[in-house]
């Protein structure tokens, strides 16, 4: 594309996907990750990545984006807010990640991001892509700060300065030059409170979580039962955690989204512990039905509680 094109087809991306209900949209060069190559690499050799054998696999994929699209010359970056208005369970024990209140977002934008590359695609001709939502090896932080929509933080999440860190990333891989956006400096400073705060001491270094012992790995991906030496070190998560965001200071920018699919089911706001301790599939399925609860599974859940005593 002309400049004048890219400039053109850059706004109209940008544009569309805040209609389409995004927040924060940046583009980066699509090129190779030649420095994030050797940290990921030390970081699976000493085994944070945990039971999670997938992610050894695909690693040329994870450093280069133009493996995944031919001919790939940018990724484009999303936001979407998830941020509630209120926290769920307040007054009760058990709790769940704020991410997993409403319905999955890896299908909700997924099908946001396949409309928006067909818009696309009828406005500028001929366009080849893919659209990612944390479903393929590749590596969403990195590419949002080269975005320019936030930095990787101590806890290795994104954060922004307007916005904290309650919110979902998406990508999209185009082989057509847009105009990029710059790279955003880090802004944690000497904050360490993220690090202090995890109760399972799985942020080592910053910008490093050592999965193995992320209470989000533990109570989801973690087939197995959970080791007791993890037992009465975190607070009564039974899916997921949110306190390395709890209390990061950026956090207090944080408002509630407006988007209409990560509200909570109508029955999730009255699970009390009794109602999670108790259980059946049926109201299991009934609540999370559309929900990335459902990645655990109740029995999962049952685990979980059964552990936390």
Same mark, same amino acid.
């Given at each position: 594309?002309?400049?004048?094109?890219?400039?053109?087809?850059?706004?109209?991306?940008?544009?569309?996907?805040?209609?389409?209900?995004?927040?924060?949209? =940046? #583009?980066?060069?699509?090129?190779? %990750?030649?420095?994030?190559?050797?940290? %990921?690499?030390?970081?699976?050799?000493?085994?944070?990545?945990?039971?999670?054998?997938?992610?050894?696999?695909?690693? $040329? %994929?994870?450093? $280069?984006?133009?493996?995944?699209?031919?001919?790939?010359?940018? *990724?484009?970056?999303?936001?979407?807010?998830?941020?509630?208005?209120?926290?769920?369970?307040?007054?009760?024990?058990?709790?769940?990640a704020r991410?997993?209140? =409403?319905? $999955?977002?890896?299908?909700?934008?997924?099908?946001?991001?396949?409309?928006?590359?067909?818009t696309f695609?009828?406005? +500028?001709?001929?366009?080849?892509?893919?659209?990612?939502?944390?479903?393929?090896?590749?590596?969403?932080?990195?590419?949002?700060?080269?975005? =320019?929509?936030?930095?990787?933080?101590?806890?290795?999440?994104?954060?922004?300065?307007?916005?904290?860190?309650?919110?979902? %990333?998406? *990508?999209? *891989?185009?082989?057509?030059?847009?105009?990029? $956006?710059?790279?955003?400096?880090?802004?944690?400073? !000497?904050?360490?409170?993220?690090?202090?705060?995890?109760? !399972?001491?799985? #942020?080592?270094?910053?910008?490093?979580?050592?999965?193995?012992k992320c209470?989000?790995?533990? !109570? #989801?991906?973690?087939? &197995?039962?959970?080791?007791?030496?993890?037992?009465?070190?975190?607070?009564?998560? #039974?899916?997921?955690?949110?306190?390395?965001?709890? *209390?990061?200071?950026?956090?207090?920018?944080?408002?509630?989204?407006? &988007?209409?699919? +990560?509200?909570?089911?109508?029955?999730?706001?009255?699970?009390?512990?009794?109602?999670?301790?108790?259980?059946?599939?049926?109201?299991?399925?009934?609540?999370?039905?559309?929900?990335?609860?459902?990645?655990?599974?109740?029995?999962?859940?049952?685990? !979980?509680?059964? +552990?936390?005593?």
């Amino acid at each position: 594309m002309k400049f004048t094109e890219k400039i053109k087809a850059s706004q109209f991306l940008k544009a569309h996907a805040r209609e389409m209900g995004f927040q924060d949209i =940046g #583009i980066a060069r699509a090129e190779e %990750l030649s420095q994030e190559a050797p940290r %990921l690499e030390k970081w699976l050799k000493e085994g944070m990545h945990g039971k999670m054998l997938w992610m050894e696999n695909h690693f $040329d %994929l994870r450093i $280069d984006v133009r493996k995944l699209v031919e001919g790939a010359k940018s *990724v484009v970056v999303f936001t979407s807010n998830y941020f509630p208005e209120e926290e769920l369970n307040k007054e009760g024990k058990y709790k769940i990640a704020r991410y997993a209140y =409403g319905k $999955d977002y890896h299908k909700v934008l997924k099908k946001r991001l396949k409309k928006l590359f067909a818009t696309f695609r009828e406005q +500028f001709g001929e366009v080849n892509g893919r659209a990612f939502v944390d479903s393929a090896p590749v590596m969403e932080r990195v590419w949002a700060q080269k975005a =320019g929509v936030g930095w990787v933080g101590k806890n290795s999440l994104l954060l922004s300065k307007q916005k904290g860190s309650y919110f979902f %990333l998406a *990508v999209m *891989v185009l082989d057509v030059e847009l105009e990029y $956006d710059s790279p955003l400096s880090d802004h944690c400073g !000497t904050c360490t409170a993220c690090m202090d705060a995890c109760p !399972t001491e799985a #942020i080592p270094l910053a910008g490093v979580v050592d999965g193995s012992k992320c209470i989000s790995y533990l !109570t #989801i991906e973690l087939k &197995e039962n959970i080791a007791e030496e993890f037992n009465g070190k975190w607070k009564n998560w #039974i899916f997921g955690c949110d306190i390395c965001q709890e *209390v990061c200071p950026w956090n207090r920018f944080s408002k509630p989204h407006s &988007e209409p699919a +990560f509200k909570p089911n109508d029955l999730l706001p009255s699970l009390k512990d009794k109602d999670w301790e108790d259980i059946t599939d049926d109201i299991f399925d009934e609540v999370f039905a559309g929900s990335a609860v459902k990645r655990a599974g109740v029995q999962k859940i049952r685990e !979980t509680i059964r +552990f936390l005593g």
